[in-house]
């Protein structure tokens, strides 16, 4: 899983797509994850920031995170 | 460090657009208290689903409707709607309101019985009646509105051989510009079938004709089929004075106000779009004060309302059981509330609260129930916080029908609460359980052989 690089994202949530001109918004956790994803952070290491940083089971969190991956895909956001 | 409060990442496209003339989407309102009940308290104590009914809101909603019509017309009986909700403990609120009891079957006609509403103020309405029933029914002199000519001639044969002079109506049905007609139901008004069974019953001499009833319909949503209504019978029990001298002692408008639930495929909520109980109330009194009637001979006023006075009255507590993204990208939850408990989730797109403050951010998700069955959707699209398993939540108006149509299907039927005057909560229906339902059965002895041990 590779997010592109081409894409666009603020601190505040805002994500743009300049290949197809999308935009898209995302919560904080979700905001969290895109910057790991840029920062190339290994899965089990996000597991563990996002596990230390909010009030979630790492159960739950890896189940939400494949979720999210799923989004990321269906937006055309990750590279083939 | 104190942790962040946990939410699903999300990622939602933008879509520039045209404003919605209709404003920003609302935020869901969290409900996590009824009538000062909590919601997780409740279901820690009684278990999810759970129906949840409140006492005050059913007193409220019978006596605004009470008041609504009695500052109209000088004589008005609610007769309560037994198929609407016949758990006792409902019942019996509305008998201590004053509402008798209006039943369709001979299983409800023992119920009102048993609920101490004497004989002579319950209405046994429907196209199913027997013998017995009929019998039973005359004896303790309750009103029977007679459905078709087969129960009529029944009814006459009944009192010939018993002797008794049952007091009777019948059931008229009529155009009132709606559609569909329900014409399958009573006698015909526009093709003379009513009048002939009413020269039937008076020229017998056997039965006492007392009233004229009509149901036309349910969720109706259009005023002036009322007055059309009460036009017609007002045109029977007139004809009946000039030709057989005898004065009709009520009219039972029967029941179909629609509750401000939204109906599936409408474009505007339930609560924008249905007439006020006033606006009933108007249509029909005004026909009969206007018809022509001295005071004295002015008819009682009897009405069958169900749905609008309990609908409200009901929720349904229920528990995310997970999250699931379909395969087009659209999120959807499934929860532990089936259609087999809300079968009401089949025509109406029911209100959903979560029960627990959630971020800002919410998602359109599919309600879907537990049953593995692909029918059981409460809701095909709803806009809600972001739900984690465990998460619980609220459907509003869900007190008509539910508890009376529900399907022992797939699971067990839930408990069901009373809340009470005080906002206590009470069991007044215990659910079911492996036991409760087998009671029921029975094996043959040659299959109580185990060949699989």
Known sequence: MKFKKNIATSDTGYIFNPGSGDSFSSNQIGTDLLSFFKEDKSRGEIIRLICAKYEVEKIQFEKDLDDFITQLRDHNLLEN | ?453
């Open chain 2, 1 to 453: 460090m104190e942790k962040l409060r946990y939410e699903r990442p999300i990622i939602r496209k933008l879509n520039a657009g045209l404003v919605n003339k209709f404003g920003t989407q609302a935020r869901s309102e969290v409900v996590s208290h009824l009538e000062g009940a909590s919601v997780k308290a409740l279901i820690r104590e009684y278990g999810s689903p759970l129906f949840v009914l409140s006492e005050q809101q059913i007193r409220r909603s019978y006596q605004n409707m009470s008041r609504i019509f009695k500052t109209r017309y000088p004589k008005v009986q609610f007769a309560w709607s037994y198929k609407t909700n016949y758990l006792n403990a409902v019942c019996r609120i509305f008998h201590q309101e004053g509402s008798w009891a209006e039943v369709v079957s001979g299983f409800e006609y023992e119920k009102a019985l048993g609920n101490g509403v004497p004989g002579k103020m319950i209405i046994f309405n429907g196209p199913d009646k027997t013998e017995d029933q009929l019998v039973m029914a005359a004896r303790n002199d309750s009103l029977i509105h007679i459905d078709h000519f087969d129960e009529l001639y029944t009814l006459l044969r009944l009192s010939e051989e018993f002797q008794l002079k049952p007091r009777v109506a019948i059931r008229v049905n009529m155009d009132t510009g709606i559609y569909p007609k329900w014409d399958r139901f009573g006698f015909n008004f526009e093709n003379g079938q009513a009048w002939n069974a009413i020269n039937k019953i008076t020229d017998s001499d056997r039965l006492n004709l007392v009233g004229l009833h009509c149901h036309i319909g349910t969720f109706m949503l259009d005023t002036n089929a009322y007055a059309i209504a009460a036009s017609r019978l007002c045109e029977l029990a007139w004809r009946i004075r000039d030709k057989h001298g005898k004065t009709i002692q009520y009219l039972d408008l029967g029941g179909g106000f629609p509750s401000t639930n939204t109906l599936k495929g409408s474009y505007l909520p339930g609560s924008d779009t249905v007439p006020t109980i006033d606006q009933f109330a108007d249509a029909i009194t005004s026909v009969i004060l206007g018809f022509g009637f001295s005071k004295e001979e002015l008819p009682l006023l009897i009405l069958e309302t169900g749905r609008a006075m309990i609908d409200d009255a009901g929720y349904l507590l229920g528990t995310v059981l997970a999250n699931k993204r379909l395969s087009d990208g659209r999120s959807s939850t499934i929860l532990d509330i089936g259609v087999n408990s809300l079968f009401t989730a089949f025509w109406y797109d029911h209100k959903v609260s979560p029960a627990q403050e959630g971020g800002q951010y919410t998602e359109e998700t599919v309600l879907y129930g537990p049953l593995c069955m692909n029918i059981d959707v409460i809701r095909e699209s709803v806009s809600l916080p972001l739900l984690n398993k465990g998460d619980h939540l609220v459907v509003h108006k869900v007190g008509a029908y539910n508890m009376t149509q529900w399907m022992q299907f797939i699971t067990l039927r839930p408990n069901v609460v009373l809340l009470d005057h005080e906002s206590h909560p009470k069991l007044i229906r215990k659910a079911e359980t492996i036991e409760s339902i087998e009671s029921q059965e029975q094996i043959p002895e040659h299959l109580l052989i185990n060949s699989l041990s």
